[in-house]
């Protein structure tokens, strides 16, 4: 990266500049690479949703972008992996989990979290109305056999 100063007298009209390299400027997240493998493409579109997750690029420090990338390249690297596993190729479960624990620090570090979804009844739930319905039709049966049981008696 470099940088051009033009000089003069602050009355001079020429302003100052700057030039960066395509990565700070925002075109390119690949730099020297051809972007067109499939690999690069999921790179770049999970960079652009953890942007959009985070709040815009406007809400992205340089840090912050730094950490997408990382976390967008670690996510793809766990893809390739998890993609030879299930068809059938042996793969190195500890670089697996390492990419795994890698990524979930990095996202607690943005401050990604995994969001719960209301589906409903849990099992718990599920499990409770069970038993509760089990103890109704116990005791519904117990009241019938007493009930009976006087009607033998009366």
Do not use: W
């Amino acid at each position: 990266m470099s940088m051009e100063v033009t000089a003069g007298s602050p009355s001079d009209s020429q302003p100052i500049r700057s030039y960066h390299s395509r990565v700070t400027n925002h075109r390119t997240l690949l730099p020297h690479l051809d972007g067109r493998s499939a690999g690069a493409r999921r790179f770049r579109d999970l960079v652009r949703a953890f942007v959009v997750d985070m709040g815009g690029i406007e809400n992205c420090s340089e840090i912050k972008l730094s950490l997408l990338r990382r976390l967008a390249a670690v996510t793809v690297q766990a893809e390739a992996l998890e993609s030879k596993m299930a068809a059938g190729e042996e793969v190195n479960i500890a670089t697996l989990c390492q990419l795994a624990s890698t990524a979930m620090r990095i996202s607690s570090r943005l401050g990604i979290e995994r969001v719960p979804k209301d589906v409903g009844l849990t099992l718990g739930d599920l499990l409770k109305e069970d038993l509760r319905q089990q103890r109704e039709a116990a005791a519904r049966a117990q009241e019938q056999r007493l009930a009976e049981a006087g009607d033998a008696h009366g």
